[in-house]
């Protein structure tokens, strides 16, 4: 057949032509002008980049009879052999069918030979991956010490399965994706060249579907230009490709952020309709989620999205109005169920329910914003008379009432100040004699007492002093000693903490009275103190740190605390 695909017609002769792959053809450029070319070089990179095609423009480079020399001339007959792929000095191989140690021994003893008529003998082996253990250990001392006359050139996809004994004795080049940005320019060129009619949106198309392959790109434009008599629309591209609109996929967008779950299902349904495959359009989807999320964090999405200009733009306006914390819910839900889609035998109405969940659901608060919220409440809660009077309220005579719920007690009238109604005719604490606190039964008493009114103001504190012990120790100290571990007694002894029991006391008592707060050593614990082992855990837990905040934060009081039996085995 006469007719060339436009992958070989317009396959990059020079290194000019080649596209996007600067950072490898400057170096061999360079390596070949100071005479400094490596008798073995890796390309490696994703397919269709242009690994096998620089092979062959470096073995025209070193070939040319007017060479070595960095632009081949493409006319003598040494760069037209290796243009055609009939020279004899230059061997293509396949790794994927010449791959067993017989056939590597069989090129090792060819390697002796000089060429017939060039400067080098160059052998490329294409997916040299391929290549058997054996057959890469009989290449082994051939490729790191070859005759002068040998260059070794190797293309793979698979970099990480050449032996490190190969890739020590090459000189590796990296090739990259090409952007789609870049492909577009390419294809336009060409089109103009075959004067094809075709729109630049739906070139865009077509290099967005090539996922950075300049091969696979020209092989769909030659797709789409077989399929089509005259000028080629933009719809017959979607339907020949099978490609979702962008427009499609837009308006999908904004209808999961306006929360429009009709909209959602019209939608579904045109695509269901039209035969649209909903494991590929919910890979759209989670892509365009995760787009408009690092647009919307101010990234620069030329370096983490592969979009036109013109689309960018257009994204940013769609989520100018919407947050960062509800786009990121919505891709996290997207890519956590994406196993749904993927696996299931109902795709449509597997990917209503999750948009359906979606919309239901709203985006949690970040952790650094809840604890402040959290701070800023216990800050009200000690000091309630710095929390500014709402407007609403400055100027009405009537004081409106929120209702707020303890962790177990009915809920009680909290005014808008957050300040607990209090009685007028509120009784004044009893005053007592040190003189009287000599039994242990009214240290007891006196100790409940303590912990009542602590207990408006300060749970945590409560907890602490819930293994303490007072002692009458003359007319004029009390002392109180706390068992159990070290933690209760520094929170008590904490300055805020020590002032506020000292306050709390000194109220009980008609005379000054001296405070002392000590550790409670084991060998001083009398009879009458000692616990079982039941009340020793119940006085763990309610020690234990993490209790003691949720108690002061949000205002609880612990009921009650239940013992887990042990089963016996």
Request: with cysteine.
């Amino acid at each position: 057949m006469s007719y060339l695909v436009l992958a070989r017609k317009y396959r990059p002769q020079t290194f000019e032509d080649v596209v996007k792959q600067d950072h490898v053809t400057q170096t061999l450029c360079h390596a070949i002008s100071s005479g400094r070319v490596a008798h073995a070089i890796l390309f490696t990179g994703p397919r269709g980049t242009g690994k096998t095609t620089i092979a062959r423009i470096m073995a025209k480079a070193l070939n040319c009879e007017n060479g070595p020399a960095v632009t081949p001339c493409n006319t003598c007959r040494s760069c037209r052999e290796i243009t055609s792929g009939n020279a004899v000095d230059v061997l293509e191989i396949d790794g994927a069918s010449n791959n067993s140690v017989d056939q590597v021994r069989e090129l090792r003893d060819n390697v002796r030979y000089m060429p017939s008529h060039s400067r080098y003998k160059i052998y490329i082996i294409d997916e040299v991956h391929m290549l058997t253990v054996a057959a890469f250990n009989a290449l082994l001392k051939t490729l790191e010490e070859p005759p002068s006359h040998v260059l070794f050139m190797f293309a793979t996809t698979e970099v990480h399965k050449i032996p490190l004994t190969i890739l020590s004795r090459c000189q590796r080049h990296d090739l990259r994706r090409i952007d789609s940005g870049s492909i577009l320019e390419h294809l336009q060129l060409l089109c103009d060249r075959e004067k094809i009619d075709i729109s630049p949106e739906s070139l865009g198309i077509v290099a967005q579907e090539a996922g950075g392959s300049m091969r696979d790109a020209l092989s769909l434009l030659d797709q789409v230009i077989t399929f089509s008599e005259g000028k080629i629309t933009h719809d017959l591209v979607l339907n020949l490709l099978g490609i979702i609109d962008r427009e499609y996929i837009r308006d999908f967008s904004q209808a999961v952020l306006k929360g429009d779950a009709l909209k959602i299902l019209d939608l579904i349904e045109a695509g269901y309709e039209n035969g649209m495959d909903f494991k590929r359009l919910y890979a759209s989807l989670v892509e365009n989620f995760r787009n408009l999320l690092v647009i919307k964090m101010g990234r620069k999405i030329d370096h983490t999205a592969d979009l036109p200009s013109h689309e960018v733009e257009r994204m940013k306006q769609q989520v100018e109005s919407v947050s960062v914390s509800h786009l990121n819910h919505i891709f996290d839900m997207l890519f956590s169920e994406e196993a749904a889609i993927r696996y299931s035998s109902l795709p449509r109405f597997a990917l209503e329910m999750i948009f359906f969940r979606i919309i239901k659901t709203r985006p949690t608060l970040p952790i650094d914003e809840l604890i402040e919220k959290i701070d800023l409440l216990r800050k009200e809660m000690h000091d309630p008379a710095s929390k500014p009077m709402p407007a609403s309220i400055s100027d009405g005579n009537k004081e409106p009432v929120v209702k707020a719920a303890s962790c177990h007690e009915p809920s009680e009238e909290i005014t808008a100040l957050g300040k607990p109604e209090i009685s007028e005719n509120k009784e004044k604490p009893v005053k007592f004699k040190i003189e009287d606190l000599k039994s242990d039964e009214a240290l007891d008493d006196f100790l409940k007492k303590i912990t009542e009114k602590l207990s408006e103001n300060s749970p945590a504190l409560v907890s602490s002093l819930s293994r303490a012990r007072l002692k009458n120790i003359d007319n004029h100290t009390l002392g109180i000693y706390i068992a159990g571990n070290d933690f209760n007694l520094q929170r008590i002894r904490q300055p805020r903490n020590e002032a506020m029991l000292k306050s709390v006391i000194k109220e009980f008592f008609e005379k000054p009275v001296k405070v002392i707060i000590k550790a409670e050593k084991e060998d001083a614990k009398t009879g009458k103190t000692k616990e079982d082992q039941a009340q020793y855990l119940k006085n763990e837990a309610l020690n234990h740190p993490v209790i003691a905040d949720i108690m002061e934060i949000f205002g609880g009081n612990i009921v009650d605390i239940q013992i887990e039996k042990e089963v016996k085995p």
